[in-house]
């Protein structure tokens, strides 16, 4: 098992919580949808889109974080964007969500890296809704924004620049969508 691999699953519960945490973000304030509630109990009607086109467009967006960050030397994680099934209706809504981070690469390029997204989102299809410390005793700075030429996509980025003992600087970027229905005829079962 590659270093990579082993590093990726030590990450994946604090990708999964902060997905999690991602998700319940979009659905309670955002991606400018609309606040009537459905029958769904979504405040905003989901978009009918194929499982393929939907993790398209999760990965454009990622690349184009990855590009405006321009950490040339990082590593990055593995894992493509994965499906999540809504509770309500699993057999016909879907989220995408692809969490990924960069890391093995000095803390100042890191930080270096996060402030130029930070300053390159807005004029390349991005609106800022918080930049910040979080509320950790670590102060994580963080970065909250939607997308504006990809609807009902969001992304939650991170910077780790004061890890826990014996842990690496990273970046922990996060794309997630809102709940899509899935085309007439669609089986769900098979996306993960």
Not at 114 to 127: C, E, S, V
Request: charged share 25%.
């Amino acid at each position: 098992m590659t270093s990579t691999t082993t590093t990726a699953r030590r990450r994946r519960p604090v990708l999964t919580a902060l997905a999690g945490a991602l998700a319940l973000a979009t659905l309670t304030t955002g991606c400018s949808m609309d606040k009537a509630t459905d029958a769904d109990g979504l405040s905003y009607k989901p978009t009918t889109l194929a499982v393929p086109e939907a993790r398209a467009k999760a990965k454009r967006l990622s690349s184009q974080l990855f590009d405006l960050m321009a950490i040339k030397d990082a590593k990055t994680t593995q894992p493509g964007p994965g499906v999540g099934r809504s509770e309500s209706d699993p057999d016909h809504l879907y989220q995408i969500r692809h969490p990924w981070s960069l890391y093995d690469v000095p803390i100042s390029e890191l930080q270096a890296g996060f402030q130029r997204l930070k300053d390159r989102m807005p004029g390349n299809g991005w609106k800022i809704n918080k930049y910040g410390p979080n509320g950790t005793a670590a102060g994580t700075l963080e970065l909250n924004a939607d997308s504006t030429t990809e609807q009902r996509f969001t992304v939650l980025v991170e910077l780790w620049d004061k890890p826990a003992a014996g842990k690496k600087p990273l970046i922990l970027v996060n794309v997630v969508s809102a709940f899509f229905r899935a085309p007439e005829g669609t089986d769900l079962d098979g996306e993960y």
